[in-house]
């Protein structure tokens, strides 16, 4: 069996408008009903978990301009906002929301950890991301973003720090003895006075303590720091082999991971790591293939939209760069390290026009175009193949594609034995520990 999780890539952003079942996009738009009617439909489906990506900034790098980013509507309200909601509409889905370590202070992000943990009985994530744009940094009050590894260093501090303040609490401090009138046993709450290089906290946390303890972490760096980074933190580790996909760079993904985890002294099987794909499906195969050919022609033309993504990845306006001269190193940057150097590797030598054409090519980590029963069998062999824990689905998000994948793969994966067809009562990382 794998697990399944769905990225949502503009977090809590805009999704349907402009698109082919926009619903009623200009009234609903940043309401939460689209949201919630995903989340019942994944718990439906049988889903671990679904992650909210999130970004601090209007893109202003491609064009050295917010119009393209204002055009599409590259928005985001704070995901963490929704998660009592989805919490409430659910009992079983796990929520991730996304938090950048280099810009929340430790207190104010473990005690919302726990205190969305507590809404949500033990099913709060936090996907931990460095961030990597100046436009960001400079919101929060810097004159620029730190430098790739230091923020990863300082990350790897942050976390250390949280987890002191979660610690702060040891189980059975919560008594609520009402004979003898105690809530709380003072000799099992305890001072943090973690002191850092880069971040200190007294604590202990004045929240009731977290139902998970330490909520599930989820990480999604490439890089070498950001790996290491994720096999000593986290519970689930989401990847996107997007710029060099598959099955066999997955499978170098899964065991780096897992040595890496054995080298801090971590069971490989503790973190699940889920790779980014969308399924493309139709009635039949062929129909399927030819859906997926005009999504790659469609994408292939748009030389644009290529360079505004590479452009918001490495932080450095390609605007003004010639499509058909030979592609130039985007070297010295300080963004997404794994995907631009990816993307680098994988098309050096050719111009960008024809990069951006080929990059095209691929969507998700690995191609899964069929029936939902022929999708189904490739994603089995896949996981046998690869070791790995499962899929992250991604995609247009509208509720077309959710049904599709809901109510078309999922049953088809269920009734094959691939995914889980209960959940057993008991938290998010109980539910990912489970096999
Ligand atoms: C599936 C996935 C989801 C991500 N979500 C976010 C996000 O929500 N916010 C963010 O700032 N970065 C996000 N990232 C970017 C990573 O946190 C990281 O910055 C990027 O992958 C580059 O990491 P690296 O420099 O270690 O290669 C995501 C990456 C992946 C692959």
Redesign the pocket.
Known sequence: MFHMGW?L?A?FGTYGWGGRWSGNAKKDIAKPDLFIDMATSLERAGFDYM?????SNIPDVYKSSLEPGLRQGALRNDPMTLVPLLGQATKHLGIIA?A?TSFYPPYLAARLATSLDNLTDGRFGM?L????SHG?AQNYGLDKHFE?DMR?EMADEWVRCVKALWDTWEPGALVMDEETGVFADASKVHYANFEGKWFSSRGPLNSIPAPQGHPVIC?????P???DFGAKHADTI???LVEEPGVENMKEYRDDISERMIKYGRNPKDAKILF?AQPIMADTDRAAQEKRDGMVAAMAANTDAVLAGMSYFSGKDLSGLDLDAPIEEITDHN?????V?AFMREHKGKTLRQAAADRAQTIGSVELVGTPETVADKMSEIMDYVGGDGF?I?GPLDRAVITEICDGLAPVLRRKGLIRSEYSEGTFKENLLAF
């Not at 991301?129 to 990597?132: G, N």
């Open positions: 990225f890539g977090g992650m909210l990506e999130d970004a996304t950048a996907n991301v460095t961030a990597s960001a790739h990863y990480q999604a760096g490439g890089s720091a950001g790996r989401i990847a996107s980014l963004g997404h390290k794994s995907l150097d992250l991604r």
